[in-house]
């Protein structure tokens, strides 16, 4: 295109260095050859913004020539409005999380944690629910053995570091648990469950990426009635320890940008 007649405008589309965005190079110059300006754009799918930004710099250009000293081309962007989810627009942060490990306490056991976090993208604070299960532990108890496990769900309030990289986090919340109980080797084998109330307390490590976080935590669990097993017509009994620790690895995903 040409601005006058004396001055040539040239527009010529170009890949950005190592496959990075479409570039639009815009050139002015004097009908000697004279480089007046030069400017490298980002595309985008906003031509209005585009064309206008042309239009401006042009105008600039021809304004304040400065034949003889070509200006240094410097990129230009054009940015490119970015869809909003509901959750982006509310400014809720809702994450989503899965992770394994061991219960350490009174023998060891394999236990699995289920998690959904909540809280506001500009606060340190988040509301966390959470379910965890575990395989059964065995101990004995002469004549025969007990085998034992705990279910929980955990309501918790987590305090965690702003950090986009890293996270730190520290949380404690009630906890309602299922125990059951089984004797194995008796001679009458009963199994028994019941619901427990408790306190869990945790700490946590991780590194993010973008939505991902990857973590690690130790977890403990206090629980407020201690379960007892009794060996039917005889004295002999077991009162099972009335607090655990797990370590748990997981991953936990944001669902919104």
């Not at 629910?129 to 004995?140: S, V």
């Not at 206090?222 to 991953?251: C, E, F, K, M, Y």
């Amino acid at each position: 295109m040409e601005t006058n007649l004396a001055d040539q405008a040239d527009l010529q589309v170009s890949q950005g260095e190592r496959a990075g965005p479409t570039q639009l190079r815009l050139r002015l110059s004097a009908a000697d050859g004279t480089l007046i300006g030069q400017r490298d754009l980002s595309l985008s799918d906003r031509c209005d913004e585009l064309a206008e930004t042309v239009a401006v710099l042009l105008a600039s250009w021809e304004s304040d020539p400065h034949p003889g000293i070509p200006p240094i081309a410097e990129p230009l962007v054009i940015a490119r409005p970015r869809p909003e989810s509901a959750g982006a627009t509310s400014g809720l942060d809702l994450e989503l999380g899965a992770g394994g490990g061991a219960a350490l306490r009174g023998g060891t056991a394999a236990s699995w944690r289920l998690e959904m976090g909540l809280a506001s993208l500009r606060s340190h604070w988040q509301g966390r629910i959470a379910f965890a299960a575990q395989t059964a532990r065995q101990t004995d108890l002469a004549p025969g053995r007990v085998h034992w496990r705990h279910s929980m769900a955990t309501l918790s309030l987590v305090w965690r570091t702003p950090n986009p990289n890293w996270l730190v986090s520290a949380d404690a919340g009630p906890l309602l648990g299922f125990a059951t109980l089984s004797g194995h080797d008796f001679a009458v084998n009963q199994e028994q469950n019941s619901f427990e109330l408790g306190l869990d307390v945790g700490l946590r490590a991780g590194r993010r990426w973008r939505r991902f976080t990857l973590w690690a935590d130790l977890r403990g669990e206090a629980w407020l009635q201690r379960q007892r097993a009794v060996v039917t017509g005889s004295t002999a009994n077991l009162a099972l320890t009335p607090w655990d620790v797990a370590a748990t690895l997981g991953l936990s995903v944001g669902l919104f940008p």
